[in-house]
T-cell receptor
Framework: EAQVTQNPRYLITVTGKKLTVTCSQNMNHEYMSWYRQDPGLGLRQIYYSMNVEVTDKGDVPEGYKVSRKEKRNFPLILESPSPNQTSLYFC???????????FGPGTRLTVL | ELKVEQNPLFLSMQEGKNYTIYCNYSTTSDRLYWYRQDPGKSLESLFVLLSNGAVKQEGRLMASLDTKARLSTLHITAAVHDLSATYFCAAGINTDKLIFGTGTRLQVFP
């Protein structure tokens, strides 16, 4: 089944404890992206990647890192999480030169 | 800087009625997207509009784009309960960067 998976789906952590949220797609898509969703703000793009080893900042990259070492994986790294990073995070992917994005199920992160 | 505004933010409508959700964007954008999100779920792609005057329809939903007015609309015809969800529009600076609106929460009641 074609899908985008994220792990973990739920995470409660404490300020300053490094964490990684994984994102994987099995559709051989070139483009992948991370968003955060907050009430009243819609979705905001954090980082995106056009292909392996090619990444760029979205609208709200501060406090986040990403890497794209393999085509299928695009992990989101929070080196020192803070409470303002408490949010619902979505990963998405699409084939190059197409417009339809496929979203993962979301990861709800709480930073205490 | 591209900004996207949706209105209304909340919409409660009776089954069988028609209504329109509006999406305004502030600067030139070469593509406009509509997504649906059910409560507690992920986002589902509904429409992609790529040119001025573009119109797309799927069931009771019809989306249109006026690039001169920087306006897209999502029209709901004869609403049914199954359409209850949050609808987002997003404008693309290019195919890589998207700016989302804040969403319109639609509730359809009998």
């Amino acid at each position: 089944e074609a899908q985008v998976t994220q792990n973990p789906r739920y995470l409660i952590t404490v300020t300053g404890k490094k964490l990684t949220v994984t994102c994987s797609q099995n559709m051989n898509h070139e483009y992948m992206s991370w968003y955060r969703q907050d009430p009243g703000l819609g979705l905001r793009q954090i980082y995106y990647s056009m292909n392996v080893e090619v990444t760029d900042k979205g609208d709200v990259p501060e406090g986040y890192k990403v890497s794209r070492k393999e085509k299928r994986n695009f992990p989101l790294i929070l080196e020192s999480p803070s409470p303002n990073q408490t949010s619902l995070y979505f990963c998405a992917s699409r084939r190059d030169n197409t417009d339809t994005q496929y979203f993962g199920p979301g990861t709800r992160l709480t930073v205490l | 800087e591209l900004k996207v505004e949706q209105n209304p933010l909340f919409l409660s409508m009776q089954e069988g009625k028609n209504y329109t959700i509006y999406c305004n964007y502030s600067t030139t954008s070469d593509r406009l997207y509509w997504y649906r999100q059910d409560p507690g779920k992920s986002l589902e792609s509904l429409f992609v509009l790529l040119s001025n005057g573009a119109v797309k329809q799927e069931g009771r939903l019809m989306a249109s784009l006026d690039t001169k007015a920087r306006l897209s609309t999502l029209h709901i015809t004869a609403a049914v309960h199954d359409l209850s969800a949050t609808y987002f529009c997003a404008a693309g600076i290019n195919t890589d960067k998207l700016i989302f609106g804040t969403g319109t929460r639609l509730q359809v009641f009998p």
